[in-house]
């Protein structure tokens, strides 16, 4: 069974950082992505950045890509999300996402963790 533990959410203030983590378990394939998501209170979920286990490709979203960095420890399958310089609208349920393809030729699937609160105060 595939599980995401996700940790390190909390209250900061605005300007603080904090870091995101998220333990992939429950699969052995290589070929996977892990993303972060966020959704604040009526508001759509946004992708925030995301990372291939793979080759160590990395994306974010333009409101963090000076503000976010995403790495990954292939020995633990754990997934670090570090943001900096951290808004009020920032605000958010982060969510951790894999999408693994467990078996070469078949597609992929896609996992989400339970979710954990970012509160930015100003």
């Known amino acids: 069974e595939v599980q995401l533990v996700e940790s390190g959410g909390g209250l900061v203030q605005a300007g603080g950082s904090l870091r995101l983590a998220c333990a992939a378990s429950?699969?052995?394939?290589?070929?996977?992505?892990i993303a972060w998501f966020r959704q604040a209170p009526g508001k759509e979920r946004e992708g925030v950045s995301c990372?291939?286990?793979?080759?160590?490709?990395?994306s974010y979203a333009d409101s963090f890509k000076d503000r976010a960095t995403i790495s990954r420890d292939k020995a633990t399958n754990t997934v670090v999300l570090q943001m900096s310089r951290l808004k009020p609208e920032d605000t958010a349920v982060y969510y951790c996402?894999?999408?693994?393809?467990?078996?070469?030729?078949?597609?992929?699937?896609?996992?989400w963790g339970q979710g954990t609160q970012v509160t930015v105060s100003s």
């Open positions: 429950g699969f052995t394939s290589d070929d996977y992505g």
């Open positions: 990372i291939s286990h793979y080759d160590g490709y990395t």
């Open positions: 996402h894999v999408s693994v393809r467990k078996n070469p030729g078949r597609p992929y699937d896609d996992y």
